[in-house]
């Protein structure tokens, strides 16, 4: 075979490599533009969803709330049920959150402020929920730190405006020690006209 022909037969190969690396790089770039669109489309359809169900629990509460006050005999203690649960619950979080997270005894002392427009003043005068000035020291002596994780509120009864049940406390402690995982349980009362915790007893 000639050169020359060795040279044209080279140069289609040469050519024939290029078109291919081409075709190939095209695909890659409209493969990964696909891939792109997609990943856009499923982050618009989580978002509907996420839009949807938000608005979905947002009309359920209204209609919960709705029939608690308007129901008949049938819906109506279902409604109470529900907004019984949901505000001693909130409530609930609110308030343990305050009671189990402080780093210091400045901390620990100040829960009682921080929570005086939640609970009655019997309920702030408890030592075993609150605490007192020797147990504020030994925060500081020991290094302990509280932070808080959960409450679940369970309602038991709901009759008037007060709301009985129960409230089980997540929390972790870190010490010197290390740190441990605690589970406290409580029965509360909450007044929904004061908007205050009327009692609460530690039962473990």
């Not at 696909?34 to 938000?54: G, P, R, V």
């Not at 709705?66 to 907004?83: F, M």
């Not at 343990?96 to 829960?111: A, E, G, L, V």
């Not at 427009?117 to 290094?143: C, E, H, M, R």
């Amino acid at each position: 075979m000639s050169d020359k022909k060795q040279n044209v037969i080279l140069m289609v190969l040469g050519g024939i490599t290029v078109l291919l690396l081409i075709f190939f790089l095209v695909l890659r770039v409209q493969s990964v533009k696909a891939q792109h669109e997609l990943s856009k489309s499923e982050d618009k359809i989580e978002k509907a969803q996420d839009a949807y169900n938000k608005k979905k629990g947002d009309v359920s509460k209204k209609v919960y709330y709705y029939v608690s006050e308007n129901g008949d005999a049938k819906t109506k203690p279902i409604g109470r049920q529900y907004v019984g649960t949901q505000t001693l619950n909130a409530r609930a979080n609110t308030l343990f959150k305050i009671i189990y997270t402080y780093s210091n005894s400045n901390d620990y002392t100040n829960r009682k402020s921080k929570a005086s427009n939640l609970v009655t003043t019997d309920v702030l005068n408890k030592q075993d929920i609150f605490g007192n000035k020797k147990n504020a020291s030994v925060v500081d002596s020991l290094g302990i730190e509280s932070s808080f994780d959960s409450a679940n509120a369970y309602l038991s009864e709901y009759k008037d405006n007060e709301l009985k049940g129960m409230v089980i406390v997540k929390y972790s402690i870190v010490n010197m020690a290390g740190t441990k995982e605690g589970t406290k349980t409580f029965n509360v009362t909450y007044d929904m006209n004061q908007n205050k915790f009327t009692a609460i007893d530690v039962i473990n």
